[in-house]
């Protein structure tokens, strides 16, 4: 199971931290990602991080996103900064092991000019 938290309104220019702890059956291998979701559009990846430590990000968040992980409390975070509009979306978090695949229940981020 995955709760996600940290969503919320901030002007342009701004910055929110996401927050998702996982409980349950989780192997000490795996990958925690965030991704999200624009009205209209598909869900795409945000940034993802394995449980040694390796990074991957979305171009378009390089730069003002850093996403990292407690692994002895199972959490992931999204540190964003430089908020723009287009980053409005719902923020979903995920965890992929051997044989699992979990979604968070999303949470909303609105950047507004």
């Known amino acids: 199971q995955l709760q996600a938290s940290g969503g919320g309104l901030v002007q342009v220019g701004g910055s929110l931290r996401l927050s998702c702890a996982a409980s349950g059956s989780i192997f000490s291998i795996n990958v925690m990602g965030w991704y999200r979701q624009a009205p209209g559009k598909q869900r795409e990846l945000v940034a993802t991080?394995?449980?040694?430590?390796?990074?991957d990000y979305a171009d378009s968040v390089k730069g003002r996103f850093t996403i990292s992980r407690d692994n002895a409390k199972i959490t992931v975070y999204l540190q964003m900064n430089n908020l723009k509009p287009e980053d409005t979306a719902v923020y979903y978090c995920n965890l992929n092991q051997v044989l699992d695949n979990q979604w968070g229940q999303g949470t909303l981020v609105t950047v507004s000019s």
């Open positions: 991080i394995t449980s040694g430590g390796t990074t």
